[in-house]
């Protein structure tokens, strides 16, 4: 099997050269940067499985480092270490994609243990990568997201984008419908022409017809001139039809008219004109209900879906919460001048943890209203309203059933400890200071209290 390739980049040469011999007796084929620009170079050249780095280098620091590296290789696992480190900072590199935080001076041992996991976990990252739907064109598709849904949203996106098939998107409110819409329009051959949007639940049904149609001059009251409608100014562009459901049936009708002869007749007018419009609709309501309830028409919506489109609700892709919250910060401190640096570690639990019935608009609303009411520095949790702060809290301990003969609360309350060192370890990958600080200990208390109660390596490894 061929060696596992580990670059080690650290402007201390002294630190670089004792972490290369030691991994290098370990057997790894070790590769050294003395800052991150050439560690780049080397990421490239070499084929590199896995990075250890410091996090205080010139030019480009480890922050900076970890977001270079993982746009270009997002598979692989980079393990940080510092000797100046706070939560903010740990949290900001774990959000970045590092796989592990060490504070320095660490021990040898433990960074092998702790790179024998991110091989572990490179392995399957690679083989997730290789799975990655391949998406040509991700640049020019206006949306965030490298959760698996969206990957596989977005190649649907390109395979659709160059025909001219209508598109029916379907997708809870907040989701990012006229994203898609938008997205489709830019990568087609129609994105030199207009892109029309048309809330049909936003217009009034007496004057939906006209705006889609356009009419001419004294065709009604107050109809004082011609008028181009949707339909014409999106010719050989796109028209995008948002919440197709709320449309009327008699205007159905028409619609289905238009989709079938690629013709519209004005309102008033007595002859009709060809047009060359992509169509592309959009819904938050279950047409197939509507279908059966005689509300929408079924040759319409047949007509409509040639190519279905779902997309998935932020609950069901919460691994894109932190890239959105990332986003909406740059764009709203941007806007409002403020210079808030992002949400610390458990206030972006909190987000993630939130179900989010607005979906990416609600997300999108509550980040900017933080920064402008946080102005500068972090978010934490208690910034954020009630709402999104009570997911998090601890829920409510089940009553434990005393036994009729009695129970030995000595050895109760030692087995709930062991149990709860043990979550924390898993929790922290095995790291005893963040365990320890989880458990609201002193390092060296709990280092103490694992050494008392005699727990084994094999025991703690099977925990994390």
Known sequence: MAEKRILITDDDKQTRDLVSTFLGYKGYQVFQACDAMEALEKIEAEDIDLVVTDVMMPKINGLEFIKRVKAIRPELVAVVYSAYGNSVMTANLLKAGAFFYLEKPFDLEELDSIIQRGFEHHALQSRSYRSTPNVRNRSRIKMIGESPKMM???ELIEKVADSDATVLIQGESG????????SIHELSSRRSKNFIPVNCGAIPDELLESELFGHVKGSFTGAVANRVGRFEMADRGTLFLDEIGDMKTSLQVKLLRVLQSRELEPVGATRSKKIDTRIIAATNQNLENLVEEKIFREDLFYRLSVIPIVIPPLRERKEDIPLLVDSFIEKFCRQS??????????????????????NIRELENLVERMVILKGSGTITLQDLPEKYRGTVRAPRAEAVPLPSDGICLSSAVEEFENRLILQALEKTGGNKKEAATLLNLKRTTFIEKLKKKKMSTTELAFAI
């Open 152 to 154: 596989a949203l977005f």
């Open 175 to 182: 989701t990012g419908k006229e994203l898609v819409a938008q």
């Open 337 to 358: 001048r403020r210079n808030v640096e992002g949400f610390d570690r458990e206030a972006l639990d909190a987000l993630v943890a939130f179900d989010w019935p607005g």
